[in-house]
C-alpha cells in the first residue's frame, strides 16, 4: 500500500502547541516523539487484545504461552526463567500459571536438577493456540503497518525505533 499522508495537526500536536503558548522555553520534540509511541502502544493493544480474546486469552497468558513456544522444543522453562523474561512478579506469574494450567494450556512438573525447583511445560494444546493467536495478532499489526507505511518506511521506522530503544532501555 502506498504511504498516506498524516495529519496535519493531531492530538499531540495540540498538547504540544498548549505547552508553548504556556512554556515558550520548553523543545517539546520529545514529547511529540514518546506521546505518539505511548499512544500507539496502547491502541495496538487493544486491537491486539481483540485477536487473542478468540483463542480465550488476554496479552498476559499470550506472553507466558509465547514466551515457552519461543523456548523451542520441548517447550520448557522455569517459573524464574518465565518472570525474568517478562519482567512481572512472581506473585504474577503464580496468577497466570494456575490459569494457564487450569485451561490445560501448560503443565508444572518438579525440575528434575533441583528438588525445590518447578519446569513449566506448554501442552500440544498450548503450543496450538498460541501458533493460531501469535498469528491473529501480527494479522494486526501487519494491517496496522499496511494502512499507513510502506514497507520501505515500516523497516526505516523499526530501524530508528531499534536505536532509540537501545540507548534508553535500562
Known amino acids: 500500500m502506498e504511504s498516506t499522508e498524516p495529519p ?9 502547541d498548549q505547552w508553548a503558548v504556556v512554556r515558550p522555553d520548553l523543545d517539546t520534540l520529545p514529547m511529540a516523539v514518546f506521546g505518539r509511541i505511548y499512544r500507539l502502544a496502547n ?14 486469552m488476554a496479552l498476559g497468558e499470550f506472553d507466558v504461552l509465547a514466551t515457552l513456544r519461543r523456548s523451542g522444543a520441548p517447550y520448557t522453562l522455569s517459573p524464574r526463567e518465565l518472570t525474568a523474561t517478562l519482567m512481572i512478579t512472581t506473585g504474577g506469574m503464580t496468577g497466570r500459571l494456575d490459569k494457564l494450567e487450569k485451561a490445560g494450556l501448560l503443565s508444572r512438573s518438579p525440575d528434575p536438577n533441583d528438588r525445590r525447583g518447578l519446569r513449566v511445560t506448554l501442552s500440544d494444546r498450548g503450543r496450538e493456540l498460541v501458533d493460531q493467536a501469535v498469528a491473529a495478532g501480527l494479522a494486526q499489526q501487519r494491517a496496522a503497518l499496511e494502512e499507513a507505511l510502506t514497507p520501505e518506511e515500516a523497516e526505516q521506522l523499526a530501524g530508528l525505533l531499534r536505536k532509540l530503544l537501545a540507548t534508553t532501555a535500562v
Not at 8 to 16: G, M, N, R
Not at 43 to 56: F, Q
Request: aromatic residues 8%; proline residues 4%; neutral net charge.
Open 43 to 56: 491502541a495496538m493493544r487493544g486491537r491486539v487484545d481483540k485477536a487473542y480474546a478468540p483463542y480465550g
Open 8 to 16: 496535519a495537526h493531531d492530538a499531540v500536536d495540540a498538547i504540544a
